[in-house]
């Protein structure tokens, strides 16, 4: 089935250091995939979004391509802030399983100032 | 736009109680709702799948009779724990879908409901 899988944390950086956030997935078909965002007691926030191969999802900073020979879309940042310190979660959806979710186990990242 | 509201963010019961959580999309229709459960400092697990008017599709493991879901209209889904104990206390998350085709992938998250069953 699919799967989603993620660096494990937590990832504890100085701010203004570049983070990367490893993520790779498991699909049978071409997946949409996709970074969430939860900040502390908060529901799920998109932050960015990729539907097909070699497209390059970016906001606020963070970017994320869709490589489908290696079934990766790395989150990166240049720069992180102290405001960035959040739990990401890497998620696909499969239109081949009825577009339902598949999110990996998250990654906690704190930035110290 | 595309945002998906819960009430209540937080409640607190006393185990044998009945809870009902509210997911509502604002300023759209969903034709699917989805109702997540996420343990402390873990990923979100997909409990159950509800189409407007329909019954809902439970994820394998999930208690139907314990869980009971309804989608009664396009914007408005409910999750009711029936008979809450201690371990049913978890951050419940919905999100909502709009369309089915090939480009209806993304969903909107709601902020969530923290459960607490004493």
């Known amino acids: 089935g699919n799967s989603v899988t993620q660096m494990e944390g937590p990832v504890t950086l100085s701010e203004e250091a570049f983070l990367t956030i490893n993520c790779t997935y498991t699909?049978?078909?071409?997946?949409?995939l996709f970074w969430y965002v939860q900040y502390p007691g908060e529901g799920l926030q998109l932050l960015l979004k990729a539907t097909k191969a070699d497209d390059k999802g970016s906001n606020k900073g963070f970017e994320a391509t869709y490589r489908k020979e290696t079934t990766s879309f790395h989150l990166e940042k240049g720069s992180v802030q102290v405001s960035d310190s959040a739990v990401y979660f890497c998620a696909l959806s499969d239109r081949n399983y009825g577009q339902n979710f598949v999110f990996g186990p998250g990654t906690r990242l704190s930035v110290l100032p | 736009g595309a945002v998906v509201s819960q009430h209540p963010s937080w409640v607190i019961c006393k185990s044998g109680t009945s809870v009902k959580i509210e997911c509502r999309s604002l300023?759209?229709?969903?034709?699917?709702m989805f109702w997540y459960r996420q343990f402390p400092k873990q990923s979100l697990m997909l409990m159950a799948t509800?189409?407007?008017?329909?019954?809902?599709?439970?994820e394998q493991g999930v208690e139907k009779d314990k869980f009971l879901i309804n989608h009664a209209s396009l914007t408005l889904s409910t999750l009711t724990v029936t008979s809450a104990h201690p371990e049913d206390s978890s951050f419940y998350i919905c999100?909502?879908?709009?369309?089915?085709?090939?480009?209806?992938?993304?969903?909107?998250f709601g902020p969530g409901t923290r459960l607490t069953v004493t």
């Open positions: 300023d759209f229709q969903a034709t699917t």
């Open positions: 999100s909502a879908r709009v369309g089915t085709g090939p480009g209806s992938y993304e969903q909107y």
């Open positions: 699909a049978t078909g071409y997946p949409s």
């Open positions: 509800s189409n407007e008017g329909s019954k809902a599709t439970y």
